[in-house]
């Protein structure tokens, strides 16, 4: 019997869930509160420049390729995705290391850096590669509901994984410190810090090293205009402009949701928008979560972006550019420990234009630069301004290069942004963080525990964190839907 369903926001979760409801056979409407979807996956466009301003990073394409075959579909139907070569480099104080496309180039740069690490590295990446397979075929495609759940043949023997942490077992593998920021740099995708990230999640590594990193020609917004495609095929209605103003339940059950002051009566409302927030849409008594519940939890980073564009093509930068010249410990303690304004941050720098001409003029360079900063903390302009100033100045002293005079504009995005825009619990960019604690069944649920028929998903529930956990999670929570409303 096809069922009415309302989906609050359109970010990948909510749009990937939209596809397999409406292969379903069920009636499915997006509500997105801005004016293009996408959830903080958007782009940007001014004088001939495009600029990603969410997720910029295209990992695990095998995840992608499953979700589009799903549909009897191919990737290569919507976009074409090109490996990088080189994936990405990083700045030290003293020099850059650059990571291949292959684990052999990588093997050759770890000997350099430190001779014979490259036989630890590769028995690293296999450990890392066993744990990808095992996350992706028997943790993360579970619903998050029971601990059992992670009770698997293959992760029983594997149990002290969950307890050891990635930093402990990079640093008991590795000695060099710049290896060791390297190795540790893919947690930060989970958003957490390495000391406080299970041992098991390694398999980031195998998803950097083994799998490569990916860029779709035009940006990552050609991923959501081809699932947009998709979901539109499939029949789902997708309205813009459209923000939700209440969620209406009714002897215990999710009824309707009101958007711009008009009642839309659904069988079934999923949320793929803040969970936070969107339990806010709710009477209080009818949330599941406490405001104190919230606070306590390990929030992944909040950032504080530039984008901006160059008259000029830029000299010894890559596609995608880590600036670690400064102290990565310190940077995290600021984060997570004793959140406050980096005294000395790392930064990232993206030039999609390297590779990709479609996305800035001729002779032209496309910007983003990125610092990970903890969310809540106060956004000023000023203190936009003094950081933009400060990591300008340390990008061209390692870049040997003077860039200042070639901006034709900058636009910035902060704390605020990601309040306003994304109705983002303290304005974090990437949600809850993968600790011990927030793992799997211990994460925010798919399911309300207190009203029949409301659903989550998105970065704040299972599995987490991520573009391709994004593409999971509205799987998890479609499936979910069918076995509780199948009749």
């Known amino acids: 019997m096809t069922k009415h369903i309302s989906i609050i926001g359109s970010g990948f979760s909510a749009l990937s869930a939209a596809c397999y409801l409406a292969k379903d056979g069920n009636e499915v409407t997006i509500f997105e509160k801005n004016e293009t979807i996408g959830g903080r996956c958007r782009q940007f466009k001014k004088e001939g420049f495009t600029f990603d301003i969410g997720p910029s990073w295209y990992w695990m394409p095998d995840i992608f390729e499953k979700f589009f075959a799903d549909f009897g579909r191919k990737r290569s139907d919507y976009f074409e995705l090109d490996k990088l070569d080189p994936a990405y480099q990083i700045f030290f104080k003293d020099e850059v290391i650059t990571i291949g496309d292959t684990l052999d180039k990588i093997c050759i740069e770890f000997d350099r850096i430190e001779p014979g690490s490259s036989k630890s590295l590769r028995k690293f990446i296999d450990k890392a590669a066993i744990n990808y397979d095992i996350a992706i075929k028997k943790v993360v495609l579970k619903p998050g509901i029971s601990p059992f759940e992670l009770v698997t043949p293959e992760t029983a023997m594997r149990v002290d994984q969950f307890f050891k942490t990635i930093s402990g077992e990079v640093r008991k593998n590795f000695k060099n410190s710049k290896l060791i920021s390297t190795l540790e740099f893919p947690v930060l995708f989970l958003g957490a810090k390495p000391s406080q990230t299970p041992a098991f999640y390694n398999f980031m590594n195998y998803a950097d090293f083994g799998l490569g990193t990916w860029h779709p020609k035009g940006g990552m917004y050609e991923v959501i ?137 001729e002779n032209c360079e496309t910007g983003f630069f990125l610092i990970p900063i903890a969310p809540g903390i106060e956004d000023t302009e000023e203190l936009r301004s003094q950081y933009f100033d400060l990591i300008l100045s340390r990008f061209e002293k390692l870049t040997q290069q003077d860039i200042k005079n070639n901006i034709i504009f900058k636009e910035s995005f902060c704390v605020k942004d990601f309040i306003k825009d994304y109705n983002s619990y303290k304005g974090n960019a990437y949600g809850m963080a993968n600790t011990l604690s927030q793992t799997a069944f211990l994460r925010p649920k798919l399911k309300s525990k207190k009203v029949n028929n409301l659903y989550f998903t998105g970065q704040l529930t299972v599995p987490g964190p991520g573009v391709p956990p994004a593409l999971i999670s509205g799987k998890l929570v479609s499936e979910l839907i069918k076995k509780h409303h199948s009749n």
């Open 225 to 361: 205009k081809a699932i947009e495609k998709l979901a539109k095929s499939l029949g789902v209605t997708i309205l813009t402009e459209n923000a939700i103003d209440k969620i209406n339940v009714d002897k215990g059950k999710a009824t309707s949701i009101v958007s711009n002051g008009l009642e839309y009566k659904s069988d079934v409302i999923l949320s793929g928008a803040d969970y936070h927030h969107s339990e806010t849409l709710l009477d209080e008594k009818y949330r599941q979560y406490t405001e104190d519940y919230w606070s306590k939890k390990t929030f992944a980073p909040s950032s504080l972006l530039f984008y901006i564009g160059f008259d000029k093509k830029l000299k010894n930068v890559q596609h995608h550019n880590l600036f670690f010249d400064t102290n990565f410990e310190t940077h995290a303690e600021e984060i997570y420990d004793n959140p406050q304004w980096p005294s000395d941050p790392l930064f990232y720098v993206n030039f999609p234009s390297v590779t990709d001409p479609t996305m800035a003029p």
